[in-house]
């Protein structure tokens, strides 16, 4: 089992949706978690970074960590054409530098 | 803050030749940084993790000796691509840790798109 499973999609919406991506992940150890946003030919860049569980809001976008089920999410709302990008969860353990990174979801907000 | 850059953003070279990468973190110290490999439409692989003054760790079925990096400093990593061939044309892409304790998330580089003919 991967340390960490994300739906590559692609994901298409009409721009103003709510966009929901997931990953889930295998090792309740695991404690920090973060989302990536990376545009084509482009290096990622950290959107949202949590610890633990919980929510965490910043603008338009909202990572939620749900640990007793092993599932993050990553909530777009409005979604924009500029939105367009892939997005990749990734997740740290808290005992050293392992750093697992999904697959990324391949995402497109349609004017 | 937390931003790393990468030179080249983009090489061109012929078949046999080395190229070197250089990762820079600009305004934070990087213990760790880490080496990429990205193919179009996937996902990033992990190629090698390096810790300033000490030798990379490199990731099962990368050539540690085709693939030299050097972490010389707390700011400063480089990827050496050496006798480059064609099937070597990738993107590559660094990350860096900011220094801690635990190290806790990456910053990545724009990364460097390298040709091979």
């Known amino acids: 089992q991967k340390e960490v499973e994300q739906d590559p999609g692609p994901l298409s919406v009409p721009e103003g949706a709510i966009v929901s991506l997931n990953c889930t992940y295998s090792?309740?150890?695991?404690?920090?978690f973060m989302w990536y946003r990376q545009y084509s030919r482009k290096g990622p860049e950290l959107l949202m970074y949590?610890?633990?569980?919980g929510n965490k809001e910043d603008g338009r976008f909202t990572a939620q960590v749900d640990k007793s089920s092993k599932y993050i999410s990553l909530f777009i709302r409005d979604s924009q054409p500029s939105d367009s990008a892939t997005y990749l969860c990734?997740?740290?353990?808290?005992?050293?530098?392992?750093?697992?990174f999904g697959t990324g979801t391949s995402l497109t907000v349609i004017p | 803050g937390a931003v790393v850059s990468q030179h080249p953003s983009r090489v061109i070279c012929k078949s046999g030749t080395s190229v070197k990468i250089e990762c820079r973190s600009l305004?934070?110290?990087?213990?760790?940084m880490f080496w990429y490999r990205q193919f179009p439409k996937q996902s990033l692989m992990l190629m090698a993790t390096s810790n300033e003054g000490s030798k990379a760790t490199y990731e099962q079925g990368v050539e540690k000796d085709k693939f030299l990096i050097n972490h010389a400093s707390l700011t400063l990593s480089t990827l050496t691509v050496t006798s480059a061939h064609p099937e070597d044309s990738s993107f590559y892409i660094c990350?860096?840790?900011?220094?801690?304790?635990?190290?806790?998330?990456?910053?990545f580089g724009p990364g460097t798109r390298l040709l091979v003919l």
């Open positions: 090792n309740s150890a695991f404690q920090y």
């Open positions: 990734a997740i740290n353990s808290n005992t050293g530098n392992q750093f697992y």
């Open positions: 949590t610890y633990s569980s």
């Open positions: 305004d934070f110290q990087a213990t760790t």
């Open positions: 990350s860096a840790s900011t220094d801690g304790a635990t190290q806790e998330t990456q910053y």
